[in-house]
């Protein structure tokens, strides 16, 4: 079985600074690999998610995520954050040979201070 | 489309009671699968299922049963629970298995006194 750690339980972060939230995963093996957002009493939403290509992908309100394989990690970024962005956020990982079961990390949960 | 609808979103009961934990998604998506996410401990799976019929294990299954006799619907049994079984519990379902986006429903939370 898979297993993510996020090491960081709680970032907080002034508005419109840069933050990193960190993720690894334990196996070597061909994965794919998420970052899911929970805002205050909602359902997790998918943020953006890795299956191939491109190391580096990108979401719509700004975030980015870096694949590195030899570092098994998956580290979240945005270079100037929002209010808005104040939320969990949870790594993920999934098997690409037995794909039906999803890992997920213990969350990061992020403050943004005005 | 209503996505993943989850119900009910807030229950109360007494150690040895059983319920049902309902979860519809209308998306005709294969895969379903229910978390429970519990502070400091992220979301851990339950059981999945991978099609009408079809329901495996995941990693924390004791005290729980499931079934999937429809696409649309993945309904969790809690057979006596325990308050160790307190806890907000997500539904999710998604179209491709591991590579799919997964889409959460919005929870129940649940209190076993």
């Known amino acids: 079985a898979q297993s993510v750690t996020q090491l960081d339980s709680q970032v907080p972060v002034f508005e419109e600074a840069p933050v990193e939230l960190r993720c690894n995963y334990s196996?070597?093996?061909?994965?794919?690999l998420f970052w899911y957002v929970q805002y205050p009493n909602q359902g997790l939403q998918l943020l953006l998610k890795?299956?191939?290509?491109?190391?580096l992908v990108e979401s719509i309100n700004g975030f980015e995520a870096e694949f590195n394989k030899s570092q098994t990690s998956f580290h979240l970024r945005k270079p100037s954050v929002h209010i808005s962005d104040t939320a969990e956020y949870f790594c993920a990982v999934s098997d690409r040979r037995n794909g039906n079961q999803f890992y997920f990390g213990t969350g990061t949960s992020l403050t943004v201070i005005p | 489309n209503a996505g993943v609808t989850q119900t009910p979103k807030f229950q109360v009961l007494k150690t040895g009671q059983s319920m049902t934990l309902q979860c519809a998604q209308d998306?005709?998506?294969?895969?379903m699968s229910w978390y429970r996410q519990d502070p400091g401990m992220g979301l851990r799976l339950i059981h999945y299922s991978v099609g009408a019929g079809i329901t495996d294990q995941g990693e924390v299954p004791n005290g729980y049963n499931v079934s999937r006799s429809t696409t649309e619907d993945f309904p969790l049994r809690l057979l006596s629970a325990a308050p160790s079984q307190t806890s907000v519990y997500f539904c999710?379902?998604?179209?491709?298995?591991?590579?799919?986006?997964?889409?959460f429903g919005p929870g129940t939370r649940l209190t076993v006194l």
């Open positions: 196996s070597s093996v061909s994965v794919y």
């Open positions: 890795y299956l191939s290509g491109s190391t």
């Open positions: 998306m005709n998506h294969e895969y």
């Open positions: 999710a379902s998604t179209r491709t298995g591991g590579s799919g986006t997964q889409y």
